[in-house]
């Protein structure tokens, strides 16, 4: 299992994933699933990645090794697509060619052809954009109506976001809230573990150097947890009480 | 969809259901998952189920209508079973029947056998239980340790029950927690609907008169809502700053 969850912000992005993955429960490893193209002052993007590690990392190798585009006929790889929609479908082309290569094998093994990717970032001049694509290819935006986007166990983790974050959510708030969602989502499936690789991308920066890995032993990490589940119950207990007669 | 989650604390259970049932999205409708089945000074049963609604509605049919102990041979209904185990047990032959009935027909429509179970209540001089029954009608029941069920659609609403409930936590507070996370799981999930059926034992009392009905235009659970999203948007307000520099 995994869980990944891009926060689409006026001030940038936030991209938090876990590191945990599983063949079965017995068969548990760290595999980072959080991967950075730049180009110093040209290009600027990460992406997160969930479902088979076979298949996603198939697609992490051909997006940089480079495919055919399916019109022009012309190579790209993730270094020289012109923009943000460009980078998602050429993600999308790699997921459509690796199940061309692997997709039957698996069914026939029993194993679903799963991936979902987040591709966030920035090219020069360009906007600021946030993808989501899907096992078949095809791929969704996150605009201001729906700011993040999430992979993987992603239910533990939506009621705070659903509650609190806006556009205008600071990078600060949203790195809370980040890692407030991933806290819900670890204490809840032992499938997503720690460490957890955190990227924050200001807007119109081409800077992807604010990257960090969080493990058991964060102190800020362990304090929010504590400090977030201590006014979780504070919380409560300030609410009204039912007015039933018990 | 369907969410039901049940509370099994030392002053008594608190049995929390939605009423939304869909087969597909433009195919709702308003059923009660929650039944009662007492008899006054001797017996104190309440079942909520989710899963297929006709599997469900055979099931407590069936245990009204009665079945053959599969080992004494005697006739059993929910009124009769001498014990909460017994009363769990039955639920479970009854699912199986509907199985051994219905079963191989749905699976040739490419409907899943899907129906779950929580069951709690009380019998005279007897202790107070909560059990959940699976579709293969085996059942487990809730301890000191774990001291909540959920079945339906219950990512949404766990993160705060692994928080705060505990067997110390009062009939009050369990209504609030449950409602709580009814709340999140209402935002997250449009196969979860009101109106709501809430149900508050209060143990070794025998009396299931503690029932009340929550609708669109309930004062206490509006207030409670929009209560709880202020809470937490507070809380996380409080949380100390990451220390990355952004």
């Known amino acids: 299992m995994t869980y990944c969850v891009g926060l689409y912000l006026d001030q940038g992005l936030v991209m938090l994933a876990d590191t945990r993955t599983n063949a079965g429960m017995d068969n548990i490893s760290c595999f980072g699933k959080q991967y950075v193209f730049q180009r110093a002052g040209e290009r600027a993007i990460v992406a997160m990645t969930a479902g088979n590690l076979a298949v996603s990392q198939a697609v992490m190798n051909l997006i940089q090794d480079g495919l055919k585009h399916p019109e022009s006929g012309?190579?790209?790889?993730?270094?020289?697509?012109p923009s943000m929609f460009a980078a998602a479908s050429l993600v999308g082309e790699a997921v459509r060619r690796v199940y061309r290569t692997h997709g039957e094998a698996m069914q026939d093994q029993g194993v679903s052809f799963d991936v979902s990717v987040l591709?966030?970032?920035?090219?020069?001049?360009?906007?600021?954009?946030?993808?989501?694509?899907?096992?078949?290819?095809?791929f969704i935006a996150a605009t201001r109506d729906t700011p993040f986007l999430q992979i993987g166990e992603h239910k533990y983790?939506?009621?705070?976001?659903?509650?609190?974050?806006?556009?205008?959510?600071?990078?600060?708030?949203?790195?809370?809230?980040?890692?407030?969602?991933?806290?819900?989502?670890?204490?809840?499936?032992?499938?997503?573990?720690?460490?957890?690789?955190?990227m924050v991308?200001?807007?119109?920066?081409?800077?992807?150097?604010?990257?960090?890995?969080?493990?058991?032993?964060?102190?800020?990490?362990?304090?929010?947890?504590?400090s977030w589940s201590d006014a979780l119950r504070q919380a409560y207990r300030t609410l009204p009480n039912p007015p039933y007669p018990l």
Not at 210 to 220: A, H, L, S, T, V
Not at 221 to 226: E, G, I, N, W, Y
């Open 157 to 198: 983790g939506k009621p705070i976001l659903d509650r609190a974050v806006s556009p205008d959510t600071s990078l600060l708030d949203g790195v809370k809230l980040g890692l407030i969602s991933m806290d819900s989502t670890l204490r809840s499936n032992l499938g997503v573990g720690l460490p957890l690789d955190l």
């Open 201 to 226: 991308y200001p807007k119109d920066s081409l800077d992807l150097s604010r990257c960090w890995r969080i493990g058991e032993n964060d102190e800020y990490f362990s304090q929010l947890r504590a």
């Open 119 to 138: 591709l966030g970032g920035q090219l020069k001049d360009r906007t600021m954009r946030l993808f989501q694509v899907y096992s078949a290819g095809n």
């Open 74 to 81: 012309e190579q790209e790889t993730i270094y020289s697509v």
